[in-house]
């Protein structure tokens, strides 16, 4: 399997739920990142990942954990969210040390908060 | 900082006509330019993207776009659309030195219609 894979594609989750979304890229690359997609809004970048220790976190609310155990797997783990956080969660991957390289990105996981 | 305006949300055009997608970006230094595609229920794809050099490039899929530093634009032209570009496009850039994290514009909706 090749580039960034994502799961799951959806997930609908109460807001008193716990649920942990998983991304893995087989490109070999040393910088992981999670973006936040809402419709009608440009992609927001929330975390990103570089050689395991984050590096950015932006003002992204608690309630939204990331996890990166290896260069390869990224985890956003979920709890007590709201409505507003319904949205499509993107990972990407990248080589962060060879300048103007760009993104991959997997499928994205379609959040729904009920 | 750095910013990225697409001015038009939606775009629809008849097939086989061409199609200019506008993109203009504000930063204070030196940029990476970067044109990505997504399909219904898709993650983003990369079209195209400036580094450096000619001022024109070339992508997949018959588009192509042009880097104009005085204009601070980088719009996206295709000289006969298909059915199949339908899909949403975003502009992106990345600052150089800055790593690879990309800042994206909302995006513009491309209808092809028959």
């Known amino acids: 399997e090749t580039g960034v894979t994502q799961t799951p594609r959806h997930l609908v989750m109460g807001m008193t739920n716990k649920k942990s979304l998983k991304c893995e890229q087989h490109l070999g690359h040393n910088a992981m990142y999670w973006y936040k997609q809402s419709a009608k809004k440009p992609l927001e970048l929330m975390f990103v990942y570089s050689l395991e220790e984050r590096v950015e976190n932006n003002s992204v609310p608690s309630r939204f954990s990331p996890e990166c155990p290896n260069s390869s797997h990224l985890f956003l783990h979920l709890h007590t969210l709201q409505p507003e956080d319904s949205a499509l969660y993107l990972c990407a991957s990248s080589q962060e040390d060879r300048d103007g390289t760009e993104a991959f990105f997997g499928q994205g996981t379609r959040l729904t908060v009920v | 900082a750095q910013s990225v305006t697409q001015l038009d949300s939606q775009v629809p055009v008849f097939e086989e006509a061409p199609v200019e997608l506008r993109c203009n970006y504000s930063s204070s230094v030196s940029v990476y330019l970067f044109w990505y595609v997504q399909y219904p229920n898709q993650g983003l794809q990369l079209l195209l993207k400036?580094?450096?050099?000619?001022?024109l490039v070339k992508g997949i899929n018959g588009f192509e776009a042009e880097f104009n530093k005085s204009q601070t634009s980088f719009h996206l032209r295709k000289p006969s659309v298909h059915i199949s570009d339908t899909a949403e496009y975003f502009c992106?850039?990345?600052?150089?030195?800055?790593?690879?994290?990309?800042?994206f514009g909302t995006g513009t909706q491309l209808k092809v219609e028959l």
């Open positions: 992106a850039v990345s600052s150089t030195g800055g790593g690879n994290k990309l800042t």
């Open positions: 400036y580094l450096s050099g000619s001022t």
